[in-house]
């Protein structure tokens, strides 16, 4: 019986987990329906709220501000924008500061997330995996000296919070490790399995 018992728990848990993370995304996107009129909202037009549609509108309007930035019009209208968001004490700041995280991120040109590194953190008898983000730059370079690199160590299991470090270049070993391996590596307490091809020290 405790053998069943803990076998459903193993099968159910990522079960439901999965089901209540969708569940949590699909109900939030839907909330961009408060964006149409009432008038044309599904529960007015069909009577009965369809979940989802939220998720696809959502889609729609990520394509379509896409769609616009990417020709000379729409860059040139993004650039007004920002002038004008510039200009404004407290939103200027918070934009400022939100976008250049988010162009760090997903720009393709970018370095965020783009190496796995094996650290010791938190101290120097142990081991754990990060994230290098960047290198110090400017007055933090000339201050730190020798080379150093901007590394994100990820907390388990919820690798979206973490510590941001500069380190001695030294100090650090570069894996050959996909990132999306290393997430699930660290998400998963270290019980998903991850092999590199090759291990090389960035000395």
């Known amino acids: 019986m405790k053998r069943y018992f803990l076998t459903g728990i193993v099968v159910l848990i990522p079960l439901v987990i999965t089901v209540w993370v969708l569940r949590l ?3 939030t996107l839907d909330q961009t329906l408060f964006l149409i009129p009432a008038q044309y909202r599904p529960e ?10 939220g998720v696809l509108l959502a889609l729609a309007i990520v394509l379509l501000t896409g ?11 993004l650039q007004l924008g920002e002038v004008l968001l510039a200009r404004i004490p407290i939103v200027s700041s918070i934009y400022a500061s939100v976008k250049q995280v988010s162009d760090t991120l997903f720009s393709g040109s970018g370095h965020a997330f783009r190496k796995v590194l094996l650290v010791r953190y938190p101290h120097g008898n ?10 110090p730059q400017g007055e933090l370079a000339a201050q730190l000296g020798e080379p150093h690199v901007s590394v ?3 907390t388990t299991p919820n690798p979206t919070s973490g510590f941001f470090l500069m380190m001695p270049k030294r100090d650090v070993i570069e894996l ?5 391996d290393a997430l699930k590596y660290i998400i998963s307490m270290g019980v998903v399995e991850i092999r590199g091809k090759k ?5």
């Not at 007015?44 to 549609?53: D, E, R, W």
């Not at 291990?199 to 000395?203: P, R, Y």
């Open 25 to 27: 995304i699909v109900n």
């Open 44 to 53: 007015a037009l069909f009577g009965v709220n369809v979940p989802g549609l």
């Open 67 to 77: 769609a616009i930035a990417a020709n000379l019009l729409g860059r040139r209208l």
């Open 126 to 135: 142990s081991w754990t995996l990060a994230f290098q983000t960047g290198f």
């Open 152 to 154: 994100y160590v990820p």
């Open 176 to 180: 050959d490790i996909a990132v999306d």
């Open 199 to 203: 291990t090389v020290s960035l000395n």
